[in-house]
């Protein structure tokens, strides 16, 4: 049978229409319903959605001052409609009203968890500055985004691998030539760059040539490192 909601763990939900059901997004694993999956929800992004017709828009479990990060949340361009209670604990407790019967509303940011200043990281659940965005970076109000090419009918032979110009992905050697290396010849081949799955460490700006088409295995990682990131002014 399948399940009446959308289970959220370590997650980004993005675009996404959610129309009469009874919670769309759950963060919260005390429901007997959700015995089998993780116990621990590390974190949700969920912007530019449209929610309608549901009494519930969000339930969480993340706990007031809690210390752990778990089931933290951030909230961006979410629209309501029709919505009793945007955001509701677990406990249910609400934190955030939605909408009057039929009526209409936007959240433009929201965050629970931690908020990282320089005097500590205090416990947050409520209204945050929202964030700039560009009309370059927008299509109809959302942030523009697009498939990941999956290159299923593409040979091997096009595609040009970060090992094989010499990156160790380590997280320690210095790969900055290496990647360099391999988006020229790439570009110059005509050939698809392919990222391994690993930490690459680089100590200076790497320069991408126009049109060129990257793809990562899993979850590669570039890691500035060195005095020439230290200016956080000066990127």
Not at 113 to 130: C, D, E, F, L
Not at 162 to 172: F, Y
Request: charged share 20%; aromatic share 8%.
């Amino acid at each position: 049978m399948p399940l009446p909601f959308i289970y959220l763990f370590r997650a980004q939900a993005k675009s996404l229409s959610s129309s009469s059901v009874f919670v769309p997004f759950h963060l919260s694993t005390s429901s007997r319903l959700l015995s089998f999956l993780p116990r621990k929800n590390t974190g949700t992004s969920v912007y530019d959605n449209d929610t309608s017709d549901t009494p519930i828009g969000i339930l969480t479990s993340h706990a007031p001052n809690a210390t752990s990060t778990n089931s933290s949340m951030f909230l961006e361009n979410v629209k309501l409609r029709n919505v009793r209670t945007a955001i509701q604990r677990a406990s249910n407790t609400m934190l955030l009203f939605g909408t009057a019967a039929g009526d209409s509303h936007s959240i433009d940011a929201w965050a629970q968890g931690h908020s990282y200043i320089p005097k500590g990281p205090p416990s947050i659940a409520g209204p945050i500055s929202v964030d700039s965005r560009p009309g370059s970076l927008l299509e109809r109000e959302k942030f523009y985004e697009r498939s990941k090419l999956q290159y299923a009918d593409v040979t091997v032979s096009r595609f040009m691998s970060a090992r094989t110009v010499g990156a160790k992905g380590d997280g320690i050697a210095d790969d900055t030539q290496a990647l360099q290396d391999l988006f020229i010849q790439a570009a110059s081949t005509s050939r698809i760059i392919f990222i391994d799955a690993s930490a690459y460490r680089i100590t200076r700006t790497l320069n991408i040539p126009r049109e060129s088409k990257i793809v990562g295995e899993a979850y590669p990682v570039i890691m500035s490192s060195g005095g020439f990131f230290a200016n956080m002014r000066k990127p």
